[in-house]
């Protein structure tokens, strides 16, 4: 299933009762065919199931409470007129404060009589003005009055489970981090305040606490020849030397331990360079496994990163990245490099294996940092998206936008891609202008739309889509 969700369909006295009996059972085959299930009246409670009074109201809000830990979001469906007071109530006493759906049925020039007469698109009007009234943020379907067994209303109704999944998925997240921010990366820096205000918590272990735990396994631990052939498996390790693979498998246990005990969400981890240094491996290929199995991982501690990927992983039901916006692609004026060592799931990569990472390597040697991944990212459609907050007004504030990855060839090292966005200039001049960071989480799908109302209708955030 693709989640819970509450019904009301809407009815008024002044019009025929059959079309809010027939227009029930419609919409709930549609809801059933996708996947989505229905917490509503049964049909014979209110009339044929519908709500139309105060007492209809009462029963069906407390049928709503009765499983506020599992709707998502609330469907209001208007078969004909509707009653608009009635609708809003049931939100309001419900106590539930989850994404809301309005939609209208169409009426057919042909029956344009008291029997089969709708109004809904008026009605729908009025739903939506006693909704504002009573202070709760609504989502519209794509148009004003929509035939449920059309193919544009599914797809409008699979658009707001994303919202609602999002949305769901950010309030009360639980985001862990390992070491503290290089130093040398300001851009990464965040206000754990201002996402704990908004029910999102923020803890961390340091990295010196992550040695001391794997130094607890021995090299010839079955649980850490489990974990090497588990990295083996995922991925292409014939590069990798036999005692940076045992360091690789202890740093995947104690990660995923911690991960569970906590039960985090999304984690961030320092990577550059202390875990190196002192450690001697790039963690990226741990982050890798993480993210294609549903944990958003993020590098540089960068956190706001994290709950980006978090945000795309939920609107999408895919692996989520994270990139650097790293280079121009000659003189193509929508064309960007997407860059970094080596973290993203094994779902984004056309080929990979994991190597070392060529950049630290320079430096440290390249000894210390097998466990990045080096690979291209498939072509196909991409979303970006950036969460951030902004201290000095205490707000949370994101960008979306979408672009196409691209079969561009280039002779590079790590994990890249080639991004072709619609004027991608006009992006990077809000980027700079508004103080976004250099990372950028990325989803292979087109999600922006459903990311941009979650954020900024629903959660409140600050939000910019791009279109070019």
Request: hydrophobic share 40%; net charge negative.
């Amino acid at each position: 299933m693709r989640g819970k969700f509450g019904v009301i369909v809407g009815n008024r006295g002044f019009f025929a009762d059959e079309l809010a009996r027939s227009g029930r059972q419609e919409l709930l085959a549609v809801m059933g065919s996708l996947g989505l299930e229905a917490i509503t009246l049964r049909e014979d409670q209110g009339v044929s199931g519908s709500v139309q009074s105060r007492e209809d109201a009462k029963v069906c809000a407390q049928l709503f409470k009765e499983h506020k830990e599992d709707i998502l979001g609330i469907i209001v469906s208007l078969p004909n007129f509707g009653d608009e007071k009635a609708v809003a109530d049931v939100i309001r006493h419900s106590g539930l404060d989850v994404p809301v759906l309005v939609h209208a049925f169409p009426d057919q020039l042909g029956a344009l009589d008291y029997a089969h007469r709708r109004d809904s698109f008026c009605g729908k009007i009025s739903v939506c003005n006693s909704l504002k009234q009573y202070g709760i943020p609504f989502s519209l379907t794509s148009q004003h009055t929509m035939d449920p067994a059309g193919d544009a209303f599914k797809a409008d109704l699979l658009h707001f489970a994303g919202v609602c999944r999002v949305v769901s998925r950010l309030r009360q997240a639980r985001l862990g981090i390992i070491g503290p921010r290089p130093n040398d990366f300001n851009t990464v820096r965040f206000s754990e305040k201002i996402l704990e205000r908004q029910g999102i918590s923020v803890e961390s272990i340091g990295l010196i606490d992550v040695i001391n735990s794997i130094a607890n396994y021995g090299d010839s631990d079955s649980a850490v020849a489990e974990a090497r052939e588990r990295i083996a498996t995922y991925m292409d390790a014939s590069r990798i030397p036999a005692e940076a693979m045992v360091k690789l498998a202890k740093l995947l246990l104690v990660t995923e331990q911690w991960v569970k005990d906590n039960e985090y969400d999304a984690i961030a981890i320092q990577c550059w360079s202390s875990l190196q240094e002192t450690f001697g491996v790039n963690p990226c290929v741990m982050m890798s496994m993480l993210s294609q199995a549903g944990l958003p991982a993020a590098c540089e501690a960068d956190a706001a990163a994290a709950l980006s990927m978090l945000a795309l992983q939920a609107a999408s039901g895919r692996p989520s990245a994270l990139v650097d916006w790293n280079n121009n692609y000659a003189d193509d004026p929508n064309k960007v490099v997407l860059f970094h060592c080596g973290n993203y799931a094994k779902a984004f990569y056309e080929s990979a294996a994991i190597s070392y990472a060529n950049i630290l390597g320079s430096t440290l040697g390249n000894d210390k940092t097998y466990g990045a991944i080096a690979g291209n990212i498939r072509s196909g459609p991409v979303t970006f998206a950036r969460v951030s907050t902004d201290d000095t007004t205490g707000r949370i504030c994101a960008y979306v936008a979408e672009g196409t990855m691209t079969d561009d060839a280039l002779d590079t090292f790590g994990s890249w891609g080639v991004a072709d966005i619609a004027d991608l200039n006009g992006l990077m001049q809000h980027i700079c202008r508004e103080g976004f960071e250099h990372h950028v989480a990325i989803s292979l799908s087109q999600t922006a739309r459903m990311l941009a109302e979650a954020f900024g209708n629903y959660l409140g955030w600050s939000v910019h889509r791009h279109e070019g």
